[in-house]
C-alpha cells in the first residue's frame, strides 16, 4: 500500500480540535517540523499534545504553544521554552509532568496494546503520592493536582519493592520525522533522532511521518528499520531545502587555540 501523501497540510488537513497528539523528538532533534508548522497553519486547537518537551518559543512544537493551540501538555520537562513556563505557572496551560522514561514506556505500551504497567519510578514521591500541580488558578494556587496512583510490593532479587502503576498513553493522531521512509511506511532514524520518534510513532491510532529521504519499498534492509510500516498511515517526503533546515538547540563551541605555547 503506498502510503505517500501530496504534502504535508494534505497529511494533517483531517486532525481536529480538542484531540490527542504525540510527537517525537528530544529539544530540537528529530522533531517533525514540516508537520507542526502544517498543523499550525491548519488552525487546529484546544490540542492536548504529549511529548519530550515542548522544544523553543518560535520552532516546533513551541509554535502551536505561543499560537495558544495547545491546551494541555504531558511533558518530561519545561527545557528551554519561556512561554511554556510562562502559559504553565498562570493557569493557561495544564501540564502533566512525568518522568522521561516513564513517558517513554507509557507510549510503547500504548502501541503495545498493553493498558498498564508497574514500575519502580517515582515511587515514595508525588508521582505515585499526588499532588503535582497540573493547572495553576489564576492567583497562583494549585487548582488541579495529580491524584494518588496504585503502588503494589512485588518481590524481586533485592528483595520485597514497592511499585507504582503507570497507565499507557494512546493518542489519536501521531507526528514524527524519520532520515528515510519508504512508501509502505517503513522508517529509520538516525542517530540521536531516534529519541522519541519510534514510541511516538507506536501510540498514535494514526500515524503521520515526514521522511528526508523517500525510497521504494525493498530499498532499506528489514533488519534495519526501526518502526514498521504497520504502525504508520501517511508519508510526506520532504524536499531538500525542508530536510535541511534544522535547528541547534544550544550551540558550544570551544576556543581554537592558535598560539603553540598554550599547547605546551
Not at 484546544?46 to 505561543?66: I, K, T
Not at 514497592?162 to 507526528?175: N, R, S, T
Not at 521522511?211 to 525493498?218: F, M, N, T
Request: charged residues 25%; glycine residues 10%; aromatic residues 6%.
Amino acid at each position: 500500500m503506498d502510503k505517500v501523501v501530496a504534502s504535508a497540510a494534505e497529511a494533517v488537513a483531517d486532525i481536529e480540535s480538542r484531540t490527542t497528539l504525540a510527537v517525537g523528538g528530544f529539544g530540537l532533534c528529530g522533531i517533525p517540523a514540516v508537520l507542526l508548522q502544517a498543523l499550525l497553519d491548519q488552525g487546529a486547537d484546544r490540542l492536548e499534545a504529549v511529548s519530550n518537551n515542548a522544544g523553543v518559543d518560535d520552532w516546533g512544537l513551541g509554535l502551536l504553544l505561543g499560537a495558544g493551540r495547545l491546551r494541555r501538555m504531558v511533558a518530561s520537562y519545561v527545557g528551554e521554552n519561556k512561554e511554556f513556563a510562562r502559559q504553565y505557572l498562570a493557569g493557561e496551560l495544564e501540564v502533566e509532568l512525568t518522568p522521561q522514561g516513564t513517558l517513554a514506556e507509557r507510549m510503547r505500551a500504548g502501541g503495545a496494546g498493553i493498558p498498564a504497567f508497574f514500575t519502580a519510578t517515582g515511587v515514595g514521591t508525588q508521582i505515585a503520592e499526588g499532588g503535582l500541580p497540573w493547572l495553576y488558578g489564576p492567583d497562583g494556587s494549585v487548582s488541579k493536582a495529580s491524584q494518588a496512583k496504585r503502588v503494589e510490593t512485588f518481590p524481586t532479587a533485592e528483595g520485597p519493592k514497592e511499585f507504582v502503576l503507570e497507565h499507557a498513553i494512546v493518542a489519536d493522531h501521531a507526528l514524527v520525522r524519520a532520515w528515510k521512509g519508504d512508501r509502505h511506511g517503513n522508517l529509520v532514524y538516525r542517530h540521536a533522532a531516534q529519541n522519541f520518534n519510534p514510541v511516538a510513532a507506536m501510540c498514535g491510532r494514526t500515524t503521520i511521518a515526514e521522511v528526508e529521504h523517500l525510497v521504494e519499498p525493498g530499498e532499506i534492509d528489514p533488519s534495519e528499520v526501526h518502526t514498521p510500516g504497520v504502525y504508520v498511515h501517511r508519508v510526506v517526503a520532504l524536499d531538500e531545502d525542508e530536510a535541511a533546515r534544522k535547528r541547534i538547540e544550544k550551540r558550544t563551541v570551544t576556543r581554537l587555540m592558535t598560539d603553540t605555547r598554550e599547547m605546551t
